[in-house]
């Protein structure tokens, strides 16, 4: 029987491992394969998993005030996963709009470290921009 519940730190490892599978699904010679292209609605669905699990991290780190190394730290994680959340495969809109909000946020942290790598980030926006929209601006 499956139990309904939480446990402590779940995201990141979580993140980590549907980012995986989702950089192995996105690779060219995997991507054309006919059982990939059949599996399209399960693979949206984890698409939609990793982003809400994403922004989940996103808010738990600005809710909670975190250190400056914990929030850096989850930025770096972004930019290490930008690949798999910016695909173009990926089509969450809402998504984007929260994701903007959140970076909009980091970018004006009292905190230099965080604005700096905020700024890293945040080219990702232009990109963003062109397949949604004016969400990030």
């Not at 499956?2 to 950089?23: D, Q, R």
């Not at 698409?47 to 994403?54: E, Q």
């Not at 930025?75 to 998504?95: C, G, H, P, S």
Request: aromatic share 12%; glycine share 2%.
């Amino acid at each position: 029987m499956l139990k309904l519940g939480w446990f402590l730190n779940g995201a990141s490892p979580l993140v980590e491992f549907i980012g995986a599978i989702l950089e192995f699904l996105d690779t060219p010679e995997i991507a054309k394969q006919k059982l990939v292209k059949s599996s399209e609605s399960n693979i949206t669905s984890l698409r939609r998993v990793f982003n809400r699990l994403v922004l989940f991290q996103l808010s738990e780190v600005e809710d909670s005030n975190a250190a400056e190394d914990v929030t850096i730290a989850l930025l770096d994680r972004i930019l290490f996963w930008q690949k798999v959340l910016f695909a173009t495969a990926n089509q969450d809109v809402e998504f984007v709009k929260m994701f903007c909000y959140h970076l909009y946020v980091f970018l004006f942290d009292t905190r230099r470290r965080v604005r700096l790598v905020a700024s890293n980030v945040s080219p990702i926006s232009v990109d963003l921009n062109s397949r949604f929209g004016d969400y990030c601006n």
